[in-house]
């Protein structure tokens, strides 16, 4: 199967870069699950942009950069700030129906910002914009979706004359075959999302295991800073399957944390409170449920008036009504979970990799624009501005891309599948590892012991992986281990304390010698 273009993923940054895409060339995109399954479907508060008459770009830029903690990149910085409003004109254009008050935004405040400027839609943001992005693409003749298909590796081609490797197509997991099937390209464009999976409490959907940077990864990509790993402070007590968020909004229009004894905690920790960056929220959780010996806090929002809840929040009023909670009468109880990666495949600012043909964007990238801590709502925008001059770059470079046959892939699969119980077992083990010893708070023995043990699962992962064919718990699994074993380098290599990532061994933040970000490749 070939196409000028294969796109993995159709969240917000595989579709958005697919449809411009195909302005200029045959698109085939594809998607593990059932399209809208991603984590822009869940997307809650909204997509932060310069709209307000008291805002500026670079009121916008510098709460991009302090939350960043000295590792955003500047320059990319200023294309986010400066693209963001342009490329949110464009969804409303392609039919997002953002909420209004009278002819303008509505515009949200989250934790970080200085000012309103979360656009959203309701709060439920991100399921506007899917099914928005979805319409377009399905109407969009360039572009053939492939659902239910996993991507496993990336293919990849070494040019006899420079021996240099180019990224070449996707070998992908078919519902309706057997082997792999191989989809060759003349570029790649890698927007799997995050990988919030690796750990045991996250709010992010069970697509997040982290695959495109494990497969840029052994495909010989550079990859950065995943030590930054953002838990977000207030998910629902106690989870289901996934953590149920409560957006930062919440605390935006004036909801305040609580210790179960009632008492305010957050003036201890930040002048802004319960307003202040995410990394300081869910370290003071952290820090009040290790001390009280809670299994978690409330968040109160009873400063909120009823009606306002209503108009604001109808989603998260369902959801918890759902599950016996009036949130008009009674505090929410709330723990931190592992919610966005800040660090992925390294890009330029045209969202191009480090290996030829191969392009990362959404929560996938690591563009620098977050550095060491993103700012609330930057996600969104983030993977709509470079995805599209991805697209930009892809579609000038076309003529001059060529459609390569790729090297064999080496594999046996002769043998047996491994038991379902012992993947089972090696995906939880890592999932509760990462929580305990590679969470919100860390240190060198933590990450020591943790290191030793995904070693060992790896290793048996990678026997399995030779063994058997493939199929979508073992390829998840091993992007799983994958991912973890690249956190837990990044962490083990910042010896000082930053942004997300906080080392009780070096509390302190070392400018002299950590003022870059951390790199890995295979
Ligand atoms: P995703 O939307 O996660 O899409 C990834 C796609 O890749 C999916 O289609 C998935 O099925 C597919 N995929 C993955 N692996 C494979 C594979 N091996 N083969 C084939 N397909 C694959 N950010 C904000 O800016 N504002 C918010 O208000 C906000 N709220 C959030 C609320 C929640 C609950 C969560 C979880 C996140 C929130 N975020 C928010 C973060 C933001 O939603 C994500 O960072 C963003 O949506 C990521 O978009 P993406 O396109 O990169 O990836
Ligand atoms: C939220 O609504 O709190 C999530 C916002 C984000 O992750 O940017």
Known sequence: MTADVVVVGTGIAGIFFALNMARHATV??????????????????????????????GLHREDTLLAGAGLCHADAVDVLVHEGPPRVRELIELGVRFSREGEKLSLGREG???????????????????????????ADPNIVILENHTAVDLLTTTETSSGERRCSGVLVLSPDADTPLSVRARAVMLATGGCGQVYRHTTNPGIATGDGVAMAFRAGARIANMEFIQFHPTALYPARERSF??????????????????TSFMEEYHPLASLAPRDVVARAIDREMKRTGDPFVYLDCSRISASEIRARFPNILRETAGRGIDM????????????????????????HSSL????????????????????ASNSLLEALVFARRAAEDVAALLPSLPLLEPDPVKRSHAGEAPEGVLLI??????????????????????????????RQLAARNEEFWFRAAPGPEIVELRNLIQTAVLIIR??????????????????WRDNERHLAPTILRS
């Open 490 to 507: 990044s962490a083990m290599s910042r010896k000082e304390s930053r942004g997300l990532h906080f080392n009780i061994d070096y509390p």
């Open 328 to 351: 008009l009468r009674e505090p929410l109880s709330v723990v931190p979970a592992a919610h966005y990666l800040c660090g992925g495949v390294l890009t330029d600012m045209r969202g």
């Open 245 to 262: 968020l409560i957006s930062e909004a919440v605390r935006g229009e004036g909801a305040v944390l609580l210790r179960q004894d009632g």
């Open 356 to 375: 030829a043909g191969l392009y990362a964007a959404g929560e996938t990238a690591c563009t620098g624009v977050h550095g060491a801590n993103r700012l």
């Open 112 to 138: 970080g910002h200085s000012r309103r400027r979360i656009v959203r839609a309701d709060d439920l943001t991100g399921r506007e914009v899917e099914r928005a992005l979805l319409e377009a693409a399905a």
């Open 425 to 454: 077992h090696d995906r939880d083990e890592i999932r509760s590892l990462m929580w305990d010893l590679v969470g919100i708070v860390r240190s060198d023995e933590r990450l020591r012991i943790a290191e030793a043990r995904v």
């Open 28 to 57: 085939i995109v594809v998607t593990k699950k059932e399209r809208p399954e991603s984590s822009t479907n869940y997307a809650q508060g909204g997509i932060a942009a310069v709209f307000g008459n008291d805002d500026s770009f």
